[in-house]
């Protein structure tokens, strides 16, 4: 079945620095990728949506310099979070909806980011 | 907006009882509706999809449901175990976006 892989699980970084967060399509082209933040006990909430070749698409809320998104591939997409902050500490997931699969395209999740900003 | 529900927000249960877990949407006009679980510190395993134009999706133990009509979904787990114990996310497909509710936090207890 459809892979994304996701790296790294887990990053402690400095306040004021950057981290890079990668997903990967494994055995199929992700046309279109996901990004979401998950806090404590709630939901996923979506952040912003990248197209291979072309801008994301961000959720009303999200900062795009603040969260910088890259899909220049059809099996890679990065997630930059610039100039860190406590605040930004969380659970990062990508997802990642490819060509049809088998008649049906669902959608495939990378296994989550756990980032703590010190 | 479309938005998504799911009750019980918690549920703990004895091990190899049947249990049915509840998702409602307030837009029927979805394109197709998929369950996931969550284990903790865990990205998302998908479950079962329904598309649209189907009731109903089986896999093993469990069983999903769909009514578009009335914006109503069901996962059905039978004879459920202390490994089915995480977190049931119910999401719509919503054009080109999953819409999630908040979750059934489950507990098979042994």
């Known amino acids: 079945g459809a892979v994304v892989s996701q790296h790294p699980s887990r990053v402690i970084c400095k306040s004021g620095t950057s981290v890079k967060i990668e997903c990967r399509s494994l055995d199929f082209q992700a046309t279109t990728m996901f990004w979401y933040r998950q806090f404590p006990k709630q939901s996923l909430m979506l952040m912003a949506t990248s197209n291979e070749g072309s801008k994301a698409t961000y959720e009303q809320g999200v900062e795009k310099d603040k969260f910088l998104i890259n899909h220049a591939s059809l099996t890679l997409s990065t997630l930059t979070v610039t100039s860190a902050h406590p605040e930004d500490s969380s659970f990062y997931i990508c997802?990642?909806?490819?060509?049809?699969?088998?008649?049906?395209?669902?959608?495939?999740f990378g296994s989550g980011t756990r980032l703590t900003v010190v | 907006k479309q938005e998504v529900t799911q009750i019980p927000a918690a549920l703990s249960v004895p091990e190899g009882e049947n249990l049915v877990l509840n998702c409602s949407f307030t837009d029927s006009a979805i394109y197709n509706l998929q369950w996931f679980r969550q284990d903790p510190g865990k990205g998302l395993t998908s479950l079962l999809l329904i598309q649209s134009s189907q009731r109903e999706q089986t896999s093993g133990r469990l069983n999903a449901s769909l009514d578009k009509s009335s914006g109503r979904s069901t996962l059905y787990i039978a004879a459920s175990q202390p490994g089915d114990s995480a977190t049931y996310l119910c999401a719509v497909i919503d054009g080109n976006k999953l819409v999630f509710g908040a979750g059934t936090i489950l507990r098979v207890k042994s």
């Open positions: 997802s990642a909806r490819g060509t049809v699969l088998r008649g049906i395209s669902g959608y495939t």
